[in-house]
């Protein structure tokens, strides 16, 4: 990697001895890394700027990662982030310098979000603005705990190296982030290394990436040889053979195939909340799907797609017929609204099955804060009117899958097992990873990212919610309103998508999967809280030797 290591050379240290080789001279010898006053142009000031410049870069680098999203590109800028990032916290005072970093990557990276949250939540420039940093400050806190739990791990995560990735793990476990990406998101265009999100979902992918950049750094850098680190670089060839037997077993899985056809109708913001350019959208997405519609077909609409509120056991599409329905022997996802005999209103996703039949609908469970919600409004009711545009839904309290009863043209009929996810909750690993083990064949997601502008961030979300299809080994089917709408094969990669702002379908024949990966079955995200178990009781053990040392010294 010869820019990776013509960046790495620019902030190269003037020592070449590892800390861990060192420690025991710390308290003979000042720090290299800490500043000795502005007068002073000596060694340790001009370190502390190598250690801010890696860490600015590395913000830089990731963020630029993010801009490119699902390219080669990508994925290299993914792995320069981790051996800058690693660097950054391998000095002694890393705390600032990797906030440093998460401020650049979140502001640069992430810029969208000022605009949506103008656009979804309806607040001013200078309410969005504060909103906006205050994401970016949170968002940051990710890379300060990076840095936190790499400098409190106790000795015996150098041996192996494993420091810098039980902390990435940690950081991407702990913290909250609102638009929740992880680094190992930035290497889906290398698809025989992604595979490994169907053991250990996307933090596994950062736990690889991480633990061989420390061996990349601590080797070149600080001129370290251990045989130990041979280790995650068997498991890097190990992940990549397996990334090739899931290549082979899932290009072409077995199974009837089955159509899908995904509509987008490419409504503007303002067209959505006009309700006679929403009435002409519906008009236009039906049309479409007539067009591209065939016996035993399966048709999706994106979220928000019929205008009206729907109630939830209407049970047939002609009463009263507010629910689309074709009648050639096709079936649809729409999204609409709902509510509830107790007046209770939700973000809904409805199942039109090919005889007109409507089962209940499966309400959104994650609504977005401002937008769909307003937080805490339930308990200080006052809180609404601070944000009168924000939505008065309730949350769904259960995944529900589908059972598409279809008739297939040569005439055998089947089962199709569905479940939709709406908007956001795509991002989440727990839902598809729930719904596939409720019995889920197919995972789809209907969304409106209208509101994201003509920004990057469709994509992004694109990118993070295909991890859905590599974790669970399912095809992922994704219908919105302004794009980016598509397909995604259970290897991560879009076989079939609509541009963004434009109209028309997208037809694929996908294949109904029951298999179950490690990831799905029973791993799902035990290794990551068992390695933070572990991690917590070696830091307070190592700690407790240290004060006994000290205490009978």
Request: net charge positive; proline share 7%; with cysteine.
């Amino acid at each position: 990697m010869p820019l990776a290591t013509g960046l790495l050379a620019l902030v190269l240290p003037e020592r070449t001895d590892s800390p861990a080789r060192s420690r025991d001279r710390r308290a003979s010898r000042p720090s290299r890394l800490a500043s000795v006053g502005p007068r002073s142009q000596g060694a340790g000031e001009a370190s502390t700027l190598r250690v801010y410049l890696a860490a600015v870069l590395g913000g830089a680098v990731s963020a630029s990662a993010w801009l490119v999203p699902g390219t080669g590109f990508s994925a290299v800028l993914g792995w320069i982030t981790a051996l800058l990032l690693v660097y950054t916290v391998r000095a002694r005072r890393a705390y600032m310098p990797a906030f440093a970093a998460g401020l650049v990557g979140h502001v640069i990276g992430f810029y969208w979000v000022a605009g949506t949250v103008s656009a979804f939540g309806g607040f001013g420039p200078l309410t969005s603005a504060l909103i906006f940093a205050l994401f970016v400050a949170l968002g940051a806190i990710l890379f300060l705990v990076f840095a936190l739990v790499h400098h409190q791990l106790p000795a015996a995560f150098d041996a192996l190296a494993l420091r810098s990735a039980t902390a990435v793990v940690m950081a991407e476990l702990l913290t909250i982030r609102i638009f929740p990406w992880h680094f190992g998101h930035t290497q889906i265009a290398f698809t025989p290394f992604v595979q490994i999100a169907g053991i250990g979902g996307a933090m596994a992918v950062s736990f690889l990436m991480f633990w061989l950049a420390e061996v990349s750094v601590r080797i070149v850098v600080f001129r370290e040889r251990r045989r130990t680190f041979l280790v995650p670089v068997l498991l890097f060839a190990l992940a990549i053979g397996y990334g090739v037997a899931m290549m082979r077993t899932f290009t072409a899985p077995q199974g009837l195939p089955q159509e899908v056809i995904v509509v987008q109708g490419n409504a503007s913001l303002a067209e959505k909340r006009d309700i006679d350019s929403a009435r002409k959208n519906l008009a236009r997405i039906y049309e479409l799907s007539c067009q591209a519609a065939h016996p035993g077909s399966l048709i999706v609409w994106p979220e928000g797609s019929v205008p009206a509120y729907i109630p939830a056991a209407i049970g047939q599409v002609g009463n009263p017929p507010v629910l689309p329905w074709i009648g050639d022997g096709s079936a649809l996802l729409v999204g609409a609204y709902s509510f509830l005999p107790d007046h209770r209103r939700y973000n809904a996703a409805f199942a039109v099955y090919p005889d007109g039949t409507i089962p209940q609908p499966y309400f959104k469970q994650i609504l977005i804060p401002f937008g769909e919600s307003m937080p805490l409004s339930s308990y200080f009711p006052w809180l609404k009117g601070l944000n009168a545009k924000a939505g008065v839904f309730s949350a769904g309290t259960e995944t529900r899958v589908f059972s598409y009863p279809m008739r297939r043209p040569d005439g055998t009929t089947s089962t199709l097992k569905v479940a939709p996810m709406i908007c956001y909750e795509d991002t989440v690993p727990a839902l598809a990873r729930e719904a596939s083990r409720k019995g889920a064949e197919l995972l789809i997601n209907i969304t409106s990212d209208s509101w994201f502008g003509r920004t990057l961030a469709p994509h992004q979300h694109h990118l993070i919610a295909a991890f859905r299809a590599i974790e669970n080994r399912r095809f992922l089917i994704r219908a919105t309103n302004t794009g980016l709408s598509g397909v995604v094969d259970p290897l991560g990669r879009t076989i079939a998508s609509i541009p963004p702002f434009a109209e028309g379908t997208a037809t694929a024949q996908v294949t109904p999967l029951t298999y179950r990966s490690a990831y799905t079955n029973w791993i799902g995200d035990r290794p990551w809280w068992t390695l933070l178990v572990v991690g917590l009781v070696a830091t307070i053990h190592a700690k407790g030797m240290r004060r006994v040392r000290l205490s009978c010294a």
